[in-house]
């Protein structure tokens, strides 16, 4: 039927204009909520995923303590040497590695002539080139050249526990894997491999004399030194570095990141009291993996 001209553009009361969808929430607006008041799920897990990415426990591994010599044969080399750095790298934790002896003593061609080398001023890259101008069919065999091509792209040296000025920044060490959020030059976590390392390191966190007196956990994972259980070890690692990473995450959520992030008391105390039990649940998972731990202080 043809519309009546007179009544064109006059409403109708039968027509009934739909209203304006409603303005998207503002920036910044609380999460949204379902029918039944619940929190959405979709959304809380999306901001709870980006919150975590946001915060990394800071880690130091004692990866280069020169082993002694007769430990050695061609097909036993430190394979552990940097495998917890390069696992804790690769999962995007802030990490550092340190020795803990007085020179890097690597085997040479006999139990006489070892190959030694000063820390902090010998490059990966320089022992390698050495050693493969010295005898590159011996120590390709005895798997050298293929740790120092892996250490060089991990760092560009090593560098000795003793002489590390904590709390000075290493902005020199920029192209070193897992630099990024260790500029600072503090850490929250030291892991050794070895228990005479763990000991010499908690010795000489006591004669320092804790002048930062900044928490740090000193964690030994006892791990032989061969390839196949570095890899173990490795993998264990990262393991307890993650439970002790969602721990602290809750403990800094609780504290405030301004107390966690300057070390106070009321910031760190909870965590602290949390590491024992998490080491022990650890335990449980890798019982092959013996572990000790201390509370120091820089």
Known sequence: MAADPKLAGSPSHNDVVPP???????????????????????????????????????FCTDPVDPIPYAEHILSNVPSRSMEAHLR???????????????????????ITQPNVYAFNTTSYDSMYKELEEKDQRLYRANGLLNML???RGVKWGPERWQDWHVGVPRLQHE???GSLGVEGGVVDVVI????????????????????????????????????EEALVGGKGILDLADSMNRAALEERE?????????????????????VPEIIAEWQGRWPNLPALWTLAWF
């Open 20 to 58: 304006p969808p409603p303005p998207p929430p503002p920036a910044g607006s609380p999460t949204p909520e379902t029918s039944d008041g619940a929190v959405d799920s979709q959304a809380s897990n999306t901001a709870d995923s980006s919150h975590d990415e946001s915060f990394k426990l800071k």
């Open 175 to 177: 192209t070193d894997r």
């Open 254 to 274: 609780l504290a405030g990141s301004d107390a966690w992030d300057q070390a106070t008391q009321r910031g760190r105390a909870s965590f602290d009291e949390r």
């Open 149 to 151: 091509e892996r250490n």
């Open 192 to 227: 050794t491999c070895e228990e005479r390392c763990w000991d010499a390191v908690v010795d000489d966190l006591l004669s320092r004399g804790s002048p930062l007196n900044r928490p740090v956990h000193v964690i030994n994972v006892d791990i032989r030194d061969n390839h």
């Open 88 to 110: 804790l790298a690769a999962a995007d934790y802030p990490v550092v590695s340190f020795g803990t002896g007085s020179l890097v003593r690597l085997p040479g061609p006999s």
